[in-house]
C-alpha cells in the first residue's frame, strides 16, 4: 500500500495533465465489472430455465426486498429457452445471443479501458522523461561531476520504464479490478451468499503468497538496478576510452567483468520473474481448492445447479483478476523502487540557479570586474581573494602551472559555477542578478576539447547561433579557414561529421569550433588552450583564424605556450588560485618570478638575463 501510495504521489503532476483519458479508462473498466456481474445472471437464468422446476432462490435478500431481483431475473428468463416450453423467436433470440453479446460488450469495454489507461501510461510517462531531461539540461556542472553516466541513462531508460510498466497496470488492472471483484461477489451473494463467503475465505490464501513474492521481486529489482548502472558504466568507459583499453591491452579484464555484471544481472533477473510468475500458479491451486469446495458445499447444502454454475463461474471471473492485482503488486514494488530513484532526481536543486526578475543583458559596454573572488569545488580553495579588471576590448591572457585555476576562472565568467565569496561584476552588475542565457550569450568559448555532434558540418557550425542561414555558416567558415577543407569533404557542408561521420582532425575540429565563434559574434572571447593540442602547421593556420576573430572582441585567454600571450595588454600569472605576478609580457618576462621560469622551460629566454625575444 506504501508503495502505491509513492507512485500515485510521484505521478499526480503528471497525472493531472491526462485526467480525460484517466476518466474515460475508468467509465470503461467500471462497466466492464458491471457486465460481470450481468454475465453471471444470465448465466443463472439459462441454468435455471434449463431445469423444469428451478428452486426457489437462496440468496440473503428477504423475499419483498429481493423482489427488483427476481422481476429482472423473471423478465431475463422470458428471453431464454425454457424446458417443456414452445422456443418462440424472443427465446431462440435471447438463447443465441444474450451471452455472446454479453462477452462481445465485456470484450470491447475491456479492450477500450487498455486503451485508455495505457494511452495514459504511455504519455504520463514521455512527459516524465521530458521532465527528466529538462532537469538534467537545468543541473549545474556540480552534479554532472558527481554523477555517472551509465547511472544517468539507467534513470532515464530503465527506470521509466519500470515506472511505466507499474503505472500501466496501476491504470488497467489496479483501476479496474478491484471495481470487477466488487461486482462479482455482490453477484454472487445476491445469487447465493453461503457461496460466496466459501470464495472469500480463500482469499487470504492468495494475499499471502502475493506479497511475500513482491517483496522479493523488489529484493531483486534493487540488485537489477546496481548492476545495470555498473554494466552502463562499464559500457560508456569501454566504448568511449577503446583506444587505452587496446593500448594497455585491457580488454579481457573488460570484458570478465562485463560477463560477471551480466551473470550477476540475469540472476536477480531469474529471480524476479520467478518471484512474478510464481504468484499466478499460486493463486491458480487456491482458485482449485475453492471449487473442490464448492462442489462439495453444493452436496453438502443441496444448492440448486443452476446457483453452484453462476458462483462457481463468478469464482473464476473473481480469481482472474485476483492474479492480474498480484501481478500487478509485483509491478508496483519495481516501480516504487524506480519512482524513489527519479524523485531523487527531479528534487535534485541546480546550485545555479536564476533569481526571479534577474535583469537582461544585450551588451558588453565597459569592463569585468572579478572582485575578491574565491571558490571551492569541495574542501579547498581553489581560486583565493582574486582581483582585477578586464577594460572592453583589451585582451587579457592567463598563465600558470596546471591545475592553478586557470579553467576555474573562465567557469566561474560563464556562471557554471557561483564563488563562495567576492562577486564577478559585468558592467558593475554581479552576475548572479542577471539572466543566465543573456550572460552566456556575451560570450564564445573556443578551447582544447572540440564537442563535434553527430549531425552535419553546416548544423554543428550553427551549435554557435540558432537560426544561422547557409549564406552566414559559410561566410564563418571562410573566416576561420575551414572552407576549402569543408569544400574537398564528399557531400559538403551537408557531410556528416560526429561518431557515425567522416572524422576530422585536430586542427579541422578547431577550426569548425572557431567558425562556431565567429557566427556566434559575442562581444567577449575565451581562448582556453585553443591550439594547445595542434601540430605547429595547424597550429599557425588556426591561429592566423584566431587573429581574425579576435579583432574588435575583449579576449580572455588561457596559453600554456606563453608566447601565444605576447600580444596580451596584460598577463595574470596564478599559482595555487592566487594571482601572483601581473603585468604585459616585456615586463614578466625579464622580471624573476613564475613567468619567467616557465618561459625559460619553454626556451623563450635563457636563465641569464637577455629580455624579450623577437
Ligand atoms: N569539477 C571539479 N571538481 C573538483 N575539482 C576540480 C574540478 N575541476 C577542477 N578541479 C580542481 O581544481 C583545480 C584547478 O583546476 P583547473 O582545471 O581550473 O586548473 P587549470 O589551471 O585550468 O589546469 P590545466 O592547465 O591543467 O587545465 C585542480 O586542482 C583540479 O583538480
Not at 440448486?304 to 483478476?321: D, E, K, R
Not at 514494488?333 to 524523485?343: F, I, K, N, Y
Not at 531523487?344 to 534577474?358: F, H, M, N, R, Y
Amino acid at each position: 500500500m506504501q508503495e502505491l501510495k509513492k507512485i500515485i504521489i510521484f505521478s499526480m503532476p503528471f497525472l493531472k495533465r491526462r485526467m480525460p483519458l484517466i476518466f474515460s479508462g475508468l467509465i470503461a473498466g467500471f462497466l466492464f465489472g458491471a457486465f460481470n456481474g450481468a454475465y453471471l445472471f444470465i448465466l443463472k437464468a439459462a441454468i435455471d430455465n434449463f431445469s423444469s422446476s428451478p428452486k426457489p432462490s437462496t440468496a440473503v435478500v428477504a423475499p419483498s426486498k429481493n423482489h427488483f431481483y427476481q422481476k429482472a431475473l423473471n423478465e431475463l428468463g422470458r428471453w431464454l429457452p425454457k424446458a417443456k416450453e414452445p422456443l418462440d423467436w424472443k427465446r431462440i433470440c435471447g438463447g443465441i445471443l444474450l451471452l455472446p453479446l454479453i462477452a462481445t460488450i465485456r470484450g470491447l469495454l475491456r479492450i477500450l479501458n487498455s486503451y485508455f489507461m495505457t494511452l495514459a501510461a504511455a504519455k504520463i510517462v514521455a512527459d516524465l522523461q521530458t521532465a527528466i531531461l529538462s532537469k538534467l539540461h537545468s543541473l549545474s556542472l556540480d552534479f554532472f561531476h558527481k554523477s555517472t553516466t551509465g547511472d544517468l541513462a539507467v534513470r532515464i531508460l530503465n527506470d521509466t520504464k519500470a515506472f511505466y510498466d507499474s503505472v500501466s497496470v496501476l491504470f488497467t488492472d489496479v483501476a479496474k479490478d478491484p471495481i470487477t471483484i466488487a461486482i462479482i461477489l455482490f453477484s454472487c451473494a445476491l445469487i447465493d451468499w453461503r457461496l460466496t463467503i466459501l470464495a472469500i475465505l480463500l482469499v487470504p490464501g492468495c494475499i499471502i503468497p502475493a506479497v511475500t513474492l513482491a517483496r522479493k521481486a523488489r529484493e531483486a529489482s534493487m540488485g537489477i538496478i546496481s548492476y545495470s548502472v555498473a554494466q552502463s558504466n562499464l559500457l560508456f568507459e569501454s566504448l568511449s576510452g577503446i583506444h587505452v583499453i587496446k593500448a594497455f591491452c585491457l580488454e579481457k579484464k573488460n570484458i570478465d567483468t562485463f560477463r560477471h555484471q551480466a551473470n550477476e544481472l540475469a540472476k536477480h533477473a531469474a529471480k524476479m520473474t520467478i518471484s512474478g510468475t510464481m504468484v499466478s500458479p499460486m493463486i491458480d491451486i487456491v482458485a482449485s481448492l475453492a471449487l473442490s469446495l464448492l462442489i462439495l458445499c453444493v452436496i453438502w447444502q443441496n444448492i440448486s445447479i443452476a446457483n453452484m454454475a453462476a458462483v462457481a463461474n463468478g469464482a473464476i471471473l473473481f480469481f482472474a483478476p485476483i492474479k492480474r492485482l498480484a501481478d500487478a503488486n509485483v509491478k508496483i514494488q519495481e516501480g516504487a523502487l524506480s519512482a524513489r530513484r527519479l524523485t531523487d532526481l527531479l528534487d535534485t536543486p541546480s546550485t545555479i540557479v536564476e533569481k526571479p526578475g534577474a535583469s537582461s543583458i544585450k551588451a558588453f559596454k565597459k569592463q569585468i570586474e572579478f572582485a575578491n573572488v574565491s571558490f571551492s569545488y569541495g574542501n579547498e580553495l581553489v581560486l583565493k581573494n582574486l582581483s582585477f579588471v578586464i577594460p572592453k576590448g583589451k585582451k587579457l591572457g592567463i598563465a600558470g602551472r596546471s591545475g592553478a585555476g586557470k579553467t576555474t576562472l573562465t567557469s566561474l565568467l560563464l556562471r557554471f559555477y557561483d564563488p563562495i565569496s567576492g562577486a564577478i561584476l559585468i558592467d558593475g552588475e554581479d552576475l548572479r542578478n542577471l539572466k543566465i542565457a543573456d550572460l552566456r550569450n556575451l560570450f564564445s568559448l573556443v578551447s582544447q576539447d572540440v564537442v563535434i555532434f553527430n549531425r552535419s558540418i553546416a548544423e554543428n557550425i550553427a551549435v554557435g547561433r540558432a537560426g544561422a542561414t547557409r549564406q552566414e555558416i559559410e561566410q564563418a567558415a571562410k573566416m576561420a579557414g575551414a572552407h576549402e577543407f569543408i569544400e574537398k569533404l564528399p557531400q559538403g557542408y551537408d557531410t556528416l561529421i560526429g561518431e557515425r561521420g567522416v572524422k576530422l582532425s585536430g586542427g579541422q575540429r578547431q577550426r569548425l569550433s572557431i567558425a562556431r565563434a565567429f557566427i556566434r559574434n559575442s562581444p567577449i572571447l575565451i581562448l582556453d588552450e585553443a591550439t594547445s593540442s595542434l601540430d605547429s602547421h595547424s597550429e599557425s593556420v588556426v591561429q592566423q583564424a584566431i587573429y581574425e576573430l579576435e579583432k574588435g572582441k575583449t579576449v580572455l585567454i588561457i596559453a600554456h605556450r606563453l608566447s601565444t600571450l605576447a600580444d596580451c595588454d596584460e598577463i595574470l600569472v596564478i599559482d595555487k588560485g592566487q594571482i601572483v605576478q601581473r603585468g604585459n609580457f616585456g615586463e614578466l618576462i625579464t622580471k624573476e618570478g613564475l613567468f619567467r621560469s616557465m618561459a625559460i622551460h619553454q626556451g623563450i629566454v635563457t636563465n641569464s638575463f637577455e629580455g624579450i625575444p623577437s
